[in-house]
């Protein structure tokens, strides 16, 4: 994201998920960033400062339902990924 500032490129209407939610610092890049939302799974302690700070900016920012851990699929079955962009052979 900030690599892509100092090119000039922007995340325009994009939306960025991580694991916790952003701190001030990351939230004023992301509010620069053209993202449109931001989705996190864990709190930050100063959360309430993130949420004014891309509120402000036009950032939603939502936090992902906490529901049992095996409702989330932590990998892709290997027939989805579709690697084609890194230059590899097709495996199909």
């Given at each position: 994201?900030v690599?892509?500032?100092?090119r000039?490129?922007?995340?325009?209407?994009?939306?960025?998920y991580?694991?916790?939610?952003p701190?001030l610092?990351?939230?004023?890049k992301?509010?620069?960033?053209?993202?449109?939302?931001v989705v996190y799974?864990?709190?930050?302690?100063?959360?309430?400062?993130?949420?004014?700070?891309?509120s402000?900016?036009?950032?939603?920012?939502?936090?992902?339902?906490?529901?049992p851990?095996?409702?989330?699929?932590l990998?892709?079955?290997?027939?989805?990924?579709?690697?084609?962009?890194?230059?590899?052979?097709?495996a199909?």
């Open positions: 994201m690599d892509g500032g100092v000039r490129e922007r995340a325009e209407g994009a939306t960025l991580c694991s916790a939610c701190c610092s990351c939230a004023k992301i509010a620069q960033s053209g993202l449109k939302a799974a864990e709190e930050y302690a100063m959360g309430h400062l993130t949420a004014a700070l891309l402000e900016a036009g950032v939603t920012l939502r936090r992902l339902s906490q529901g851990p095996s409702s989330l699929p990998t892709r079955p290997a027939h989805s990924f579709d690697d084609s962009f890194l230059g590899a052979p097709s199909s």
